[in-house]
């Protein structure tokens, strides 16, 4: 089976040097492409800037900014039976992009951010009888709330809570939340550990609805 995986943070351009982003190192998603190579699957990667470097035998697709994640996620899931979206994405951008680097101009700068796509929930628009994880990253005393908020607004089939704790670390702590909102496991240790754990769960539970796929 194709397995779509976001993986890694996105990019926000403020002039051509300058950029809003974040820490996410890409590990958690990386280490699910290992974990869906090993059962014996094809690992579509679309990765934001990282240093890690994929595994032979699997597609990668590189991108920086939101908008082509979005646009390479929606072209690619087509072909795919399912996705897993790890990508920490920027959810704003400066509402322009100079050319060339900003100057200083002596006076403080006001920065106009405009909301950018939602990758996750578009897949869930359109995934008909393909499924989708997603992975929330709660930092408050409502994570389980906001969690089921985010799984039913992108309309997933399980959603993953995890902290922020998380965000470039090489170990990992997470939850996983089905499609009634119910919290059906928490599995932590290194992310390799968590991501097969993770697979094996989503073998079990969502692959089953497309096994007649290739
Ligand atoms: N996601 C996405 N596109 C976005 C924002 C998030 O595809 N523009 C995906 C992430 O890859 C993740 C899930 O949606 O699988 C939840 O991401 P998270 O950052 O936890 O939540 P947001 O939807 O961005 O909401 P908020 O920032 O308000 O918590």
């Not at 951008?93 to 006076?107: C, D, I, N, S, W």
Request: contains cysteine.
């Amino acid at each position: 089976m194709r397995i779509l995986i976001t993986a890694g943070p996105t990019r926000e351009y403020l002039d051509d040097v300058r950029y809003l982003s974040n820490a996410s190192s890409g590990r958690m998603g990386y280490a699910i492409v290992d974990a869906v190579l090993a059962a014996g699957h094809q690992p579509v990667l679309v990765s934001g800037p990282v240093s890690l470097t994929p595994p032979s035998g699997c597609e990668v697709h590189h991108v920086e900014t939101t908008e082509e994640l979005h646009s390479v996620c929606g072209r690619l899931f087509v072909d795919c039976q399912g996705a897993i979206a790890t990508a920490a994405v920027c959810d704003y951008r400066p509402r322009e992009r100079f050319p060339g680097k900003l100057a200083k101009t002596g006076v403080s700068l006001e920065l106009e951010l405009v909301e950018t796509a939602d990758v996750l929930a578009d897949l869930g628009q359109q995934k008909g009888e393909r499924w989708i994880v997603g992975f929330a990253l709660e930092s408050d005393e409502f994570a389980h709330i906001n969690a089921i908020r985010k799984l039913k607004q992108k309309n997933c089939d399980a959603i993953v809570l995890n902290r922020p704790t998380a965000i470039g670390s090489t170990t990992n702590r997470i939850e996983i939340i089905d499609r009634a909102g119910n919290s059906v496991a928490t599995i932590s240790g290194a992310k390799s550990d968590v991501a097969r754990d993770l697979w094996t769960w989503i073998s079990d539970h969502l692959l089953a609805r497309t096994s007649g796929s290739s």
